[in-house]
């Protein structure tokens, strides 16, 4: 076992804080990782605020995880000293189940370890996630990041980056599809990217003229105004993918009908009830509506190697530890483009009461 600097919560809505933390002893499984960069995610502050009502404190956040590997157990075999390696959202699965057994873990029937706020499946102690000087993960778990993936902007593509990858590649968006991406943040701003380099028409749909600019400067088409019905009137049966990054409630019949023949629109924000749909607009055209979750190690990896090959990487503003918490703020004021991410080096001369 060992000790480390971290930021975390005691309690919600307080702000983080420097703690010192444990981490357990290496299994012969484990790979021990020296974190270099974590990403900021919407879902750590929901986590911190405990609005999902399942938070445990201390709580340290963290699941866009980026470093090197500092040590690993006697059964490992992919990884040694020096690796550059990344951890996402999970750490453990049961690996036995028919989902863990076809790569997605994150539908794991015993239900995945959360990297932060899980239970480790052999203490039943809560995970520490990574705002923090290392982790221990183990192997499965843990990601190669290519040499040609610059390690700065690695961490998003952890989190947002496979959460719209995972739907991309499931419904087979390529060369000739015609998407749609609903919403322009950190999932959105990540789609658009992914779906230009697969080779898609990809059209940007929002409330707000003022982010047509930065839509097309990521590689959109066109921009369609949801609050102009003229042009969403032009616009039904258009497309053959949608992609709804909206992280609240909302009505999804208008983009329903933007969809043409056999088309699918994939919500991947909204993690509550939404407004009614009309079943007519399922009806007709044959469209589906359907849900995705992040998604499991294989896909995470083919899209770091995707990633790195492609020269895709998120927006990133990087900050320091010390700012963490004025970063907390930016981002639920959506006031950044489009991620955080914390430079953990300047955690290593934290000092800790």
């Not at 484990?30 to 709580?59: F, L, M, Q, R």
């Not at 359907?290 to 896909?299: C, D, E, F, Q």
Request: net charge negative; hydrophobic share 40%.
């Amino acid at each position: 076992m060992s000790t480390c600097n971290a930021y975390g919560a005691c309690e919600a809505h307080a702000d983080l804080t420097p703690m010192r933390i444990e981490r357990r002893a290496l299994r012969a499984d484990d790979v021990a990782i020296v974190i270099d960069y974590c990403g900021i995610c919407h879902s750590d502050a929901h986590a911190v605020h405990n609005d999902w009502g399942s938070t445990v404190y201390p709580c340290v956040p963290g699941h866009e995880i980026v470093g090197r590997v500092s040590a690993v157990g006697p059964r490992v075999t992919r990884f040694k000293p020096g690796d550059r390696v990344a951890v996402g959202c999970l750490v453990d699965s049961c690996q036995t189940c028919p989902s863990c057994e076809d790569g997605q873990q994150q539908n794991c029937t015993q239900g995945p370890t959360a990297t932060y706020n899980g239970r480790d499946r052999h203490t039943r102690e809560t995970t520490l996630g990574g705002y923090s000087e290392s982790i221990v993960v183990r192997e499965e778990f843990v990601l190669r990041v290519p040499a040609a993936l610059d390690m700065r902007y690695a961490g998003p593509l952890l989190c947002a980056g496979i959460t719209v990858w995972t739907p991309l590649r499931r419904y087979g968006v390529g060369a000739g599809s015609r998407v749609a991406v609903v919403g322009l943040g950190g999932l959105g701003h990540m789609a658009v990217k992914l779906a230009v380099a697969l080779g898609a028409q990809v059209t940007v749909i929002t409330t707000s003229a003022s982010k047509a600019d930065d839509a097309r400067a990521l590689g959109a088409s066109d921009v369609l105004l949801s609050k102009d019905p003229k042009a969403m009137q032009a616009a039904a049966s258009r497309f053959d993918f949608i992609l709804d990054t909206i992280p609240t409630k909302h009505n999804v019949n208008p983009y329903l009908m933007l969809l043409g023949r056999n088309g699918v629109l994939v919500l991947v924000g909204a993690l509550e009830p939404l407004e009614a749909v009309h079943g007519a607009l399922l009806v007709m055209n044959n469209r589906s509506i359907t849900g995705s979750l992040i998604g499991g190690l294989p896909a995470t990896q083919e899209l770091l190697d995707f990633c790195a090959e492609h020269n895709v990487l998120p927006d990133c503003e990087i900050v320091d530890v010390h700012g963490i918490n004025a970063a907390f703020r930016r981002m639920q004021a959506n006031d950044v483009k489009y991620r955080f991410v914390i430079d953990m080096a300047s955690l290593r001369d934290v000092k800790v009461d």
